[in-house]
């Protein structure tokens, strides 16, 4: 289990950068490195210029959403390369403390990834669609299970993965 009191219940994106900030939540809870450095260290990663976080907010918003289309994959597969492979430091560091698995579509194994959210020191990255619109999130259990929604501040409690909406691609981060 997580202890929310550590997660950055604050942090709020300011562009279209649900899927990296989702993994930003994750990269300060095991590191305690800021959620801003994950869209620093992906700009400097791909060598997209920035002064300033939310300029690399927009900078990544911007690219992202072009990146993960020329591969023709999915954007957490994205983000699980830059973790498994960037130089990075956000990314070095964070690869120090978790492990990261990618799940296609989490629906069929929701079940599954519920019992390690509870009985595990462990945040799951998740898109999932509400009629016609896509976001990313993250979750995890601290006595209950937790969402932190990066578009606005707070956590809000849930019962089931299943209660998110049309459970889509996601990447779980299990600490090492």
């Known amino acids: 289990m997580i202890d929310s009191s550590k997660i950055d219940a604050g942090f709020i994106q300011t562009g279209n950068s649900c899927v990296l900030a989702s993994y930003g939540i994750a990269l300060n ?3 305690s490195i800021p959620v801003a ?3 620093e260290d992906y700009c400097r990663h ?20 072009k990146e993960w289309n020329k591969r023709k994959c999915k954007g ?9 492979n960037s130089n ?9 403390q978790f492990n990261s698995i990618f799940y296609e579509n989490v629906a069929p194994e929701n079940e599954d990834v519920e019992h ?11 898109t999932f669609t509400a009629g016609i619109h896509w976001h990313s999130l993250s979750v995890f259990a ?12 707070g956590l809000e409690p849930f019962g089931a993965l299943t209660d998110l909406g049309n459970l889509q691609d996601g990447l779980l981060h299990i600490k090492k």
């Open 29 to 31: 809870y095991f590191t």
């Open 37 to 39: 450095a994950s869209f």
């Open 46 to 65: 791909f060598g997209l210029p920035f002064a300033t976080w939310e300029q690399a907010e927009q900078q990544y918003a911007e690219h992202f959403h």
């Open 76 to 84: 957490y597969e994205v983000i699980l390369d830059l973790h498994n």
């Open 88 to 96: 990075a430091p956000a990314f070095v560091a964070a690869r120090e």
């Open 116 to 126: 390690v959210l509870r009985t595990q020191e462990a945040i799951l990255n998740i």
């Open 142 to 153: 601290d006595g209950v299970l937790l969402k932190k929604d990066t578009m606005k501040a």
